[in-house]
């Protein structure tokens, strides 16, 4: 495939994007150290960059969707430049709050702008492949940018994460503007035959069990540093290092997500997945004092977690085959809503309960998306059964 390098090249700058993205929760302690709010406050960036994102992006995205492709991607990427230079220049939570905004709504048109340009450098036969690449771009943020920006918090000053990540902003934009060709824009997708998807019950009830698990796992992680530094009382070199594990096993998860939804099937793969993912969470909350033990359920927590996301847009795929791309919008939109419900869920237990208290309360909203998915998968094959069954009556009926 001679435009492979350009789709790697892709998920490189996705990489770059992701790590802005995700770094937050790896370095929050550092944030509320030097700006002087509360961990609580502090998760809320969390919050506003996932509400900015599910609601700004599709927006965007219409709006946009007759520029040209290598065009948007360079305002995209100009706007996120910005977006990391308020964060390191301008002083106070206000600002860092406005520059999560701005980081969110580029970073939310450039993925989806990269993905479409993928698609269109590889061949028709490659197509998946390509998406899947710039995926991984993104979710190897989680692998290595968020534990190298724990280091360099910890070394130099959490600025400098944001300061770097936009003076590489500026190289990427150089990077597609001398490598990436143009590619013409589309007819618009309206917002409102996006929602259309909606008034479905079994697409709104399937897009329910991202809500939940996605609440679930955001409610612990977006304050995991703190959870690690001041309930289990980790060394910062331990902390960096259970954020690197965390990667490696999200990255595991993901693999084995879609191996075991082809072997094994949807329902089993996505129900087991998030019952384990709801275990992982409760033995954390068990285990909390205890580094030994919580350094080997930090990766089982990031493995089950992770291994529901292949299966789950799978899943969401064979609802509305003839409409799989707007799908897949809505469950990213539905997903970073979860993002911000749980970050700020998270912010509310840690302000009133405790900070140990937030795995208990992730784990039961882990265990509501499993349930909701056993009731909505049970009945799916139930119906499947029955219009089965029918159809072989009246053939039968037929013949006689």
Known sequence: MKNAWKIYMLAVVSFLVGTSEFIIAGILDKVTEDIGVSVSAAGQLITVFSLAYAFGTPFLMAVTARLERRKLLLYALGVFVVGNGIAVLLPGFEFLMGSRVILALSTGVFVVTALTVA???????RQGSAIATLVMGFSTALIVGVPIGRVVAAVYDW???????GLLGLLAMLVIAMTIPRTEGEEPVPLRKQLMLLKQPKIAIALSITFFWIVGYAIAYTYISPFLLTVTGM?????????????????????????????????RTLIGGMLLHAVALVLLSLSAHSAVLVFPLLMLWSFSAWSSGPTQQYHLITLAPEASGIMLSLNTSVLQLAMAAGAGIGGIIVERASLA?????GAASVAVAAGTAALSLGMSRSRSRSR???????????EA
């Open 357 to 361: 208290a937030i795995s208990w309360i």
């Open 159 to 165: 600025k400098t994460i944001f300061g770097g990540i």
């Open 235 to 267: 060394s910062e070199q331990t902390v960096s290092a259970g954020l690197f594990a965390f990667g490696i096993a999200s990255l595991v998860g993901s693999k084995l997500g879609g191996i075991g939804t082809d072997k094994w099937g949807v329902s």
């Open 119 to 125: 698609s269109k450098l590889a061949p028709p036969d």
């Open 388 to 398: 089965r069954v029918a159809k072989e009556r009246s053939i039968l009926e037929a």
